[in-house]
């Protein structure tokens, strides 16, 4: 099977199209105003609007209020919404749309359990922890500590980048792998040629 590449955390239009047009799955936009990377109605306006057909738009939240999704949503299109906060079920449910469940792996997580809670979710995102810091935080966690047999499908994040994007494939099997720092010139500034390595990494094992 084809591993599904999400890129996220796109600040400008340029590096979006740059990511469509290697191949990437999927585009992320960050909703947390806190992060060097969020971005504005406007901006994300702008990148979504460059866009080719085909390629998914995924909003990332971290504990947004109902309110504030709603309003994005009325002006920004988004295929998919990314919670990466302490959002309950019915939090991630209430606005009808396909949605990933960001989990933060430390010491206690049961993913099996994770899984069935978030019965309705379409994945499960693993990223490292860090306290205080709800993702992108460039550091990778312990691969081994994923069990096999999960319900949900995984996208694999925390720390990659071209050089251990194989490494990773090859010992999880994800079903896609998400990466932000590790194609970025500066936070928020994407490295064509690391986009470029990035997917070249990822297909040189699908292609095994």
Same mark, same amino acid.
């Given at each position: 099977?084809? &591993?599904?590449?999400?890129?996220?955390?796109? &600040?400008?239009?340029?590096?979006?199209?740059?990511?469509?047009?290697?191949?990437?799955?999927?585009?992320?936009?960050?909703?947390?105003?806190?992060?060097?990377?969020?971005?504005?109605?406007?901006?994300?306006?702008?990148?979504?609007?460059?866009?080719?057909?085909?390629?998914?738009?995924?909003?990332?939240?971290?504990?947004?209020?109902?309110?504030?999704?709603?309003?994005?949503?009325?002006?920004? /299109?988004?295929?998919?919404?990314?919670?990466?906060?302490?959002? &309950?079920?019915?939090?991630?449910?209430?606005?009808?749309?396909?949605?990933?469940?960001?989990?933060?792996?430390?010491?206690?997580?049961?993913?099996?359990?994770?899984? /069935?809670?978030?019965?309705?979710?379409?994945?499960?995102?693993?990223?490292?922890?860090?306290?205080?810091?709800? $993702?992108? &935080?460039?550091?990778?966690?312990?691969?081994?500590?994923?069990?096999?047999?999960?319900?949900?499908?995984?996208?694999?994040?925390?720390?990659?980048?071209?050089?251990?994007?194989?490494?990773?494939?090859?010992?999880?099997?994800?079903?896609?792998?998400?990466?932000? $720092?590790?194609?970025?010139?500066?936070? $928020?500034?994407?490295?064509?040629?690391?986009?470029?390595?990035?997917?070249?990494?990822?297909?040189?094992?699908?292609?095994?």
């Amino acid at each position: 099977m084809r &591993t599904r590449i999400k890129m996220c955390g796109f &600040t400008q239009p340029e590096d979006a199209l740059k990511a469509a047009s290697i191949g990437v799955d999927a585009i992320g936009l960050v909703f947390y105003a806190p992060s060097p990377r969020a971005v504005d109605i406007r901006c994300a306006q702008n990148i979504v609007r460059g866009l080719p057909p085909f390629v998914s738009v995924v909003g990332l939240f971290v504990d947004a209020s109902e309110f504030e999704i709603k309003n994005i949503l009325a002006h920004v /299109h988004l295929d998919v919404l990314q919670f990466h906060g302490d959002e &309950t079920v019915q939090d991630c449910e209430v606005y009808g749309m396909p949605y990933i469940k960001a989990i933060r792996m430390r010491d206690g997580v049961d993913l099996k359990a994770e899984a /069935h809670h978030y019965g309705s979710a379409q994945a499960l995102l693993l990223d490292a922890y860090q306290k205080g810091v709800p $993702g992108g &935080t460039g550091n990778r966690f312990e691969w081994a500590v994923i069990p096999d047999g999960l319900v949900k499908p995984i996208i694999l994040a925390g720390g990659l980048d071209s050089n251990n994007v194989t490494e990773a494939i090859t010992q999880v099997s994800p079903y896609a792998v998400d990466v932000s $720092g590790g194609i970025e010139l500066s936070k $928020g500034i994407k490295d064509p040629l690391k986009m470029v390595e990035f997917v070249e990494g990822v297909r040189s094992v699908d292609a095994k």
